[in-house]
Nanobody
Framework: QVQLVESGGGLVQAGGSLRLSCAAS????????MGWFRQAPGKEREFVAA????????AIADSMKGRFTISRDNGKSTGYLQMSGLKPEDTAVYYC???????????????WGQGTQVTVSS
């Protein structure tokens, strides 16, 4: 089992940047693929990005391509979501997720963090 803790959220102006971190503890973080999802008020949770166990394979949701980047440092048991060119519509709670499959993509994940709030002001 793995525990996930997100950090790095906050308030930023439109056009700004944030880097979210997802610290994994428990079993070796490199045993899990990781993903990021977000949920805005009144909306369903949506896929943001995913990265394979090794970090060799990544995916970004179409609406965020060119603005968001996912990465991981298995030595630090931490995953990252670098967000730039933020827009007010990016405002949401962002969740980190992990799954024992080598690649989970936008599908279901076994483990979830508590989420971190990102608010983008116009």
């Amino acid at each position: 089992q793995v525990q996930l803790v997100e950090s790095g959220g906050g308030l930023v102006q439109a056009g700004g940047s944030l880097r979210l971190s997802c610290a994994a503890s428990g079993r070796t973080a490199s045993s899990y693929s990781m993903g990021w999802f977000r949920q805005a008020p009144g909306k369903e949770r949506e896929f943001v990005a995913a990265i394979s166990r090794s970090g060799a394979t990544t995916a970004i949701a179409d609406s965020m391509k060119g603005r968001f980047t996912i990465s991981r440092d298995n030595g630090k048991s931490t995953g990252y979501l670098q967000m730039s060119g933020l827009k007010p519509e990016d405002t949401a709670v962002y969740y980190c997720a992990a799954d024992p499959r080598s690649w989970a993509g936008s599908s279901t994940y076994n483990y979830w963090g508590q989420g971190t709030q990102v608010t983008v002001s116009s």
